[in-house]
């Protein structure tokens, strides 16, 4: 399996974000596209991908509205339509262990996180309308399984009440979230995810629901240790988070763009270190050098001065060390200074 950062606190100090590939139901219900979903999205380069684990009679009635922007068929119908069986759960799972990522769910009933359980999930994922439901967070921090939860539709109140459901299960992350769909860019809210960090003393990421890379990228910059982004083999998928997706050519770029930001971040220089800068350094600074023909005996004045590439002599900088000194042979013009012309 792929490093998984959930088993203990994950670091700004990694050297790459753990990217969440988030494929919901956007298989709409086919077993072989999940699968064929799971290698997609691995190829890209992500760390894991994540599953919506619906039991229709379990989570919902059925005459439940839909949301504004999924309005196709009632929600318990598409539920029911778009699920699998344990043994298909099972499958997926071991085709995700194949493709080198992790395994992860959101489980949106206790019957879901049972199954889930059986079925050997790798960590668990809650979504930002579950937030609020404090028996299924309690139930789920039974398992001491990592568990990373949105924070989208939440106040801070429920948010606290949330947290403190979930303290004594497994490592918990907070991702920043808006619950809309698609995000403009002045509603991405970073400055949460960072208050989150401050108020609970966790780790934390953002799910994204914009349709570019810059805010999961100036997420990572500001110390998101997880990143996720909903993900389809294309936007004119039927489905209620198809549209809203990346698909693989964009996602691809996006994990190599925040790989890289990871790596960049991870990586601290040194700046009194200028081994690797000595071939730049003789080819770019200035020596001093005569600025005119030089008699000896010439007692060392500042227009007597010039500053002048390569590097390789008496560095510019020191040409206060020269003011008043002599030179004991006659000089010409562009003559590079070294302490042989001094007395």
Same mark, same amino acid.
């Given at each position: 399996? /792929?490093?998984? $950062? *959930?088993?203990s606190?994950?670091? !700004?100090? #990694?050297?790459?974000?753990?990217?969440?590939?988030?494929?919901? +139901?956007?298989?709409?219900?086919?077993?072989?596209?999940?699968?064929?979903?799971?290698?997609?999205?691995?190829?890209?380069?992500?760390?894991?991908?994540?599953?919506?684990t619906?039991?229709?009679?379990?989570?919902?009635?059925?005459?439940?509205?839909?949301?504004?922007?999924?309005?196709?068929?009632p929600?318990?119908?598409?539920?029911?339509?778009?699920?699998?069986?344990?043994?298909?759960?099972?499958?997926?799972?071991?085709?995700?262990?194949?493709?080198?990522?992790?395994f992860?769910?959101?489980?949106?009933?206790?019957?879901?996180?049972?199954?889930?359980?059986?079925?050997?999930?790798t960590?668990?994922?809650?979504?930002?309308g579950?937030? /609020?439901?404090? $028996? *299924?967070?309690?139930?789920?921090? !039974?398992? #001491?399984?990592?568990?990373?939860?949105s924070?989208?539709?939440? +106040?801070w109140?429920?948010?606290?009440?949330?947290?403190?459901?979930?303290?004594?299960?497994?490592?918990?992350?907070?991702?920043?979230?808006?619950?809309?769909?698609?995000?403009?860019?002045?509603?991405?809210?970073?400055?949460?995810?960072?208050?989150?960090?401050?108020?609970?003393?966790?780790?934390?990421?953002?799910?994204?629901?914009?349709?570019?890379?810059?805010?999961?990228?100036?997420?990572?910059?500001?110390?998101?240790s997880?990143?996720?982004?909903?993900?389809a083999?294309?936007?004119?998928?039927?489905?209620?988070?198809?549209?809203?997706?990346?698909?693989?050519?964009?996602?691809?770029?996006?994990?190599?763009e925040?790989?890289?930001?990871?790596?960049?971040?991870?990586?601290?220089?040194?700046?009194?270190?200028?081994?690797?800068?000595?071939?730049?350094?003789?080819?770019?600074?200035?020596?001093?050098v005569?600025?005119?023909?030089?008699?000896a005996?010439?007692?060392?004045?500042?227009?007597?001065?010039?500053?002048?590439?390569p590097?390789?002599?008496?560095?510019?900088?020191?040409y206060?060390?020269?003011?008043?000194r002599?030179?004991?042979k006659?000089?010409?013009?562009?003559?590079?200074?070294?302490?042989?012309?001094?007395?």
């Amino acid at each position: 399996m /792929s490093t998984n $950062p *959930l088993n203990s606190e994950p670091k !700004l100090s #990694r050297a790459s974000p753990y990217i969440i590939a988030e494929i919901g +139901s956007v298989h709409d219900g086919s077993f072989g596209n999940a699968c064929r979903l799971i290698e997609a999205a691995a190829a890209c380069g992500c760390d894991a991908v994540k599953f919506q684990t619906h039991i229709a009679e379990a989570e919902t009635l059925a005459n439940a509205p839909s949301p504004s922007y999924f309005s196709a068929e009632p929600r318990s119908l598409y539920f029911k339509r778009t699920g699998f069986s344990k043994d298909q759960w099972r499958d997926l799972a071991s085709v995700a262990m194949a493709a080198n990522v992790d395994f992860l769910s959101s489980p949106f009933s206790q019957e879901a996180i049972d199954l889930l359980e059986d079925v050997g999930v790798t960590a668990y994922k809650i979504p930002s309308g579950e937030v /609020s439901n404090i $028996p *299924l967070l309690e139930y789920l921090s !039974l398992t #001491r399984k990592p568990v990373i939860m949105s924070s989208g539709m939440s +106040s801070w109140s429920e948010l606290d009440a949330a947290v403190a459901s979930l303290r004594e299960g497994g490592p918990l992350t907070l991702l920043q979230c808006t619950s809309a769909y698609p995000c403009p860019p002045e509603r991405v809210g970073l400055n949460v995810m960072l208050l989150m960090r401050e108020r609970y003393g966790l780790p934390v990421g953002y799910s994204d629901h914009t349709m570019g890379f810059a805010a999961p990228i100036a997420a990572v910059a500001l110390g998101a240790s997880i990143i996720e982004k909903h993900f389809a083999f294309s936007r004119l998928m039927y489905g209620s988070d198809a549209k809203h997706s990346m698909e693989p050519e964009e996602f691809k770029q996006l994990c190599k763009e925040l790989k890289e930001v990871g790596r960049v971040i991870a990586s601290p220089v040194d700046k009194d270190d200028l081994s690797s800068l000595s071939d730049m350094k003789l080819i770019f600074e200035k020596s001093i050098v005569a600025a005119i023909e030089l008699p000896a005996g010439t007692e060392i004045a500042r227009h007597h001065l010039a500053f002048k590439k390569p590097g390789d002599g008496i560095p510019a900088a020191r040409y206060q060390d020269l003011i008043g000194r002599r030179v004991i042979k006659s000089l010409p013009r562009d003559h590079k200074f070294s302490q042989e012309d001094f007395a």
